[in-house]
């Protein structure tokens, strides 16, 4: 065949297809920024994305994930969150309050999925049934629980007279918990000694400082610091022989005596749900912010016999899960 006859058969060929056929280019794939403040992605990011696995969305073949993590120091989220928004990512799932602080700071128009406490109260939505902007997501209804966490404490220990209570004032949640535990300790008539945790280093302070306030246990406030280094904290705390109240039973199984609270695991496994929803077409302002309705009380055995505690068979019968 001539080099011309070919030619003009070939744009002849081309000029029969559709419109759509001929201009059709291959969809990008959607982009999830995960905004956090760890340093690498850990089991609860990991919930998130199996969660996603489950609604059918790969990482790699019809996903793709931006992880952002400040490594547990917060002034780097703003940057991150800057980042995520230059990539233009279709989605941030912004991991507690801080980062959803940041994440709001930085773009009122990129759907943000997050999970936070009192969102209402810290304007991230007008109201948990109708968000009204760009964010959504979940709840986890930390302050209102606070005060339950000391009472169980006195439960396990009813002579207790004296608690730490550790928390990151650079958290803008932590404030409405720490309020929450005051309360509680006036009804109870427990003093409570206020210790701040505002990175990693400082918990090789505090513990030190709550045995020489004679502290006879230590709760924590829900922050992510306090969630990302539970090991650690849990260490420190069986170190210095003080009965510690964490608010997941994550850190439950990472040595921490007790916990009350929602499960994490389960809360940022519910986020691929609104990050499903997002992806087809639904806009944050009308996906209700979820609340968690199982709260779920953990103790760890091992640890109580470390600390010398002997857990009250009534208080035993109430956990959901019991550590040995």
């Known amino acids: ?99 959803t602080q940041a994440a709001q700071r930085e773009t009122k128009i990129i759907p943000i999925v997050m999970t936070s406490t009192n969102p209402v109260a810290l304007g991230f939505v007008a109201s948990l049934a109708h968000p009204g902007g760009n964010i959504t997501g979940l709840s986890l209804l930390g302050p209102e629980v ?62 030190p400082a709550a045995v020489e306030a004679a502290c006879e246990a230590v709760i924590l406030l829900p922050a992510p610091l306090m969630t990302r280094n539970a090991q650690r904290i849990a260490d420190l705390a069986l170190k210095s022989r003080l009965p510690t109240m964490f608010y997941s039973a994550d850190s439950v199984k990472a040595g921490a005596l007790l916990s009350y609270g929602p499960s994490l695991i389960a809360i940022y496994q519910r986020a691929a749900y609104f990050i499903d929803r997002i992806l087809k077409g639904a806009s944050p302002a009308d996906l209700p912010v ?12 091992k640890t109580a016999k470390a600390l010398g505690i002997t857990v009250p068979p009534a208080l035993l019968a109430r956990a959901d899960e019991v550590i040995e």
């Open 1 to 99: 065949m001539k080099r011309r006859k070919f030619i003009t058969l070939l744009v002849s060929s081309a000029a029969s297809l559709p419109l759509s056929a001929r201009g059709q280019q291959p969809k990008p794939l959607p982009r999830i920024g995960i905004l956090s403040s760890a340093s690498a992605m850990s089991p609860i990011e990991g919930a998130t994305l199996q969660g996603l696995r489950e609604l059918g969305y790969i990482e790699g073949q019809n996903l793709v994930i931006e992880y952002r993590g400040s490594a547990g120091k917060p002034d780097r989220l703003a940057g991150l969150a800057a980042e995520l928004a230059i990539a233009r990512v279709d989605i941030i799932l912004a991991g507690g309050s801080e980062a």
């Open 146 to 207: 606070s005060g339950k966490r000391l009472e169980i404490l006195k439960d396990l220990i009813p002579s207790i007279a004296k608690v730490a209570v550790l928390w990151n004032p650079d958290d803008p949640s932590a404030l409405f918990s720490l309020r929450e535990a005051q309360e509680a300790g006036e009804k109870l008539q427990i003093k409570l000694q206020i210790l701040k945790t505002r990175d990693i280093d400082s918990f090789i302070d505090v513990f």
């Open 290 to 301: 979820e609340q968690p309705t199982k709260f779920e009380l953990a103790i760890n055995l």
